[in-house]
């Protein structure tokens, strides 16, 4: 089994980022789809059982190129242990915790799309937004083919509008 799991808040402006890939998603793809928090034992429940799990998620950066998209393998990238905007912890706290119990999805990788602003209100930023689109754009691709990964590979990171 395959799940996209988007961590988030929309109310939190670009924090909305993995939702709304999700959202993009509906109705487009086979694979599970799961909004969280991004709170770890939530995350872990999400993503025990699957073959491959992807997680999109916002994140600062800095210095920050807002809409930029990056790939990550949860074997063997580093992933934040604080939180970026209101998350309890952070995405390497939910690896450290599935890996203690065993919980862990055979492959799990994380999309990370950089953000501009995690302040209060709705809606994406405009950099966000397209980022957001190239992402569930390339994420239905890649998942309806046999064996897809989360992006192609001539493309890990770089900017999300392809």
Known sequence: MTIVIGVGNDLRRDDGAGPAVVEALRGRVGAGLAVT???PARLVALWADADLAIVVDAVRADPPTPGRV???DAETAALPTRPVTDHALGLGDAVALGRA???MPARL???AIEGDDFGFGEGLTPSVA??????????AGALASPGGTAL???DRTGRGDG
Do not use: C, S, W
């Not at 397209?130 to 994420?139: E, I, K, P, T, Y």
């Open 109 to 111: 990788r994380v999309i």
């Open 101 to 103: 119990v065993g919980q």
């Open 130 to 139: 397209a980022a957001v689109g190239a992402v569930a754009d390339r994420l």
């Open 152 to 154: 192609p590979a001539d």
């Open 37 to 39: 928090d991004g709170e």
């Open 70 to 72: 990056r790939e990550l």
